[in-house]
């Protein structure tokens, strides 16, 4: 019988930094727009163990993904609204 060699993937081998990008804003779920973490996910963060925190940053990347495709798949009629980034140089200053 073969044994499967287990390799690990980067998340374990690096602390696991938080997901968030600045945006905290939540959407009609009550996910944040920006990482996609619950308010939970969000307050407890700082008290979790990185195991948890993989779990989490996993299940932030499907529901991103869902919302993507949601989002496509309306055309973003009822979709989830990502907000768009200001440009730090606007047009005629």
């Known amino acids: 019988m073969a044994v499967k060699a287990h390799h690990p993937d980067q998340l374990e081998i690096f602390a696991v930094p938080s997901p968030c990008v600045g945006v905290c804003q939540s959407g009609p779920k009550g996910y944040c ?9 969000r307050l407890y ?17 499907r529901r991103k993904a869902l919302a993507l495709r949601q ?15 200001q440009s730090l140089f606007p047009e005629g200053d």
């Open 33 to 41: 727009l920006g990482c996609y973490r619950s308010r939970d996910e």
């Open 45 to 61: 963060w700082l008290k979790i163990d990185d195991a948890a925190k993989r779990t989490i940053i996993r299940a932030c990347q």
């Open 71 to 85: 989002s496509n798949d309306a055309g973003n009629a009822g979709g989830v609204d990502t907000p768009e980034q």
